[in-house]
């Protein structure tokens, strides 16, 4: 098999080095995470991005739900024809 079939598949070789709980480090990225509520990169340390976050007032579980009542009405609407 070619070389890169092994890699993808781990052929051949144990893994070296155990996986960390901040992952591989990229190359010109700076090491972060991200905000649990909406999902912006954060330093590390941290859970949530603001106090907005925190508090629980940005996009979340009840903005995506209006927006898929929003598109049954609409579908709803069109389907009515």
């Known amino acids: 098999m070619s070389e890169w079939i092994r890699k993808i598949f781990g052929i051949g070789e144990a893994r070296k080095e155990k996986p960390s709980d901040i ?3 990229v190359e010109g990225v700076t090491p972060h995470t991200h905000c649990a509520r909406c999902g912006k990169a954060i330093t590390l340390g ?3 991005c603001s106090d907005l976050c925190k508090r629980g007032e940005g996009k979340g579980p009840a903005s995506t739900m209006f927006w898929i009542l929003l ?3 609409l579908l709803m609407l069109l389907w009515g024809r």
């Open 71 to 73: 598109l049954l009405m």
């Open 46 to 48: 941290k859970k949530f």
């Open 23 to 25: 992952g591989s480090v």
